[in-house]
């Protein structure tokens, strides 16, 4: 869904693309708090807080590209879309890492 948005951008509002970026970041964060409110067993409570950070990440990337948007501040927009990428993939190493662990249990 979101790289959808990302792809189709040249044919959105900056306001339509700071509210579809603002909404990720909001359910991104109800999820992050789900699993941040979890209470795994103590072999992956290391495990669970770098994946919670790793969301924040990618959270505070799709915050800053709702910003960018709002403002009309493409360079800013280029910026937090590629902080995006980055998180993201920290995120995929992170819930890999998660599920390694878990089996390997």
């Known amino acids: 869904e979101i ?8 044919g ?13 970041a909001e359910r991104l ?4 708090q789900d699993i941040d409110d979890l209470e ?10 770098q994946l919670v950070s790793a969301i924040g990440e ?3 990337a799709l915050d800053d590209i709702a910003e960018a948007a709002d403002k009309g501040d493409a360079q800013s927009a ?3 879309t590629l902080d995006l990428i980055q998180g993201s993939e920290a995120l995929k190493d ?11 249990l």
């Open 12 to 24: 959105s509002s900056d306001q339509q693309l700071a509210d579809d970026f603002a909404q990720y």
């Open 40 to 49: 795994p067993p103590d072999d992956l409570a290391e495990d669970q807080d």
């Open 58 to 60: 990618v959270q505070g």
């Open 78 to 80: 280029r910026q937090a």
């Open 29 to 32: 964060g109800t999820v992050q």
């Open 94 to 104: 992170s819930q890999r890492e998660l599920a390694q662990a878990v089996n390997e």
């Open 3 to 10: 790289g959808k948005t990302i792809r189709e951008a040249s």
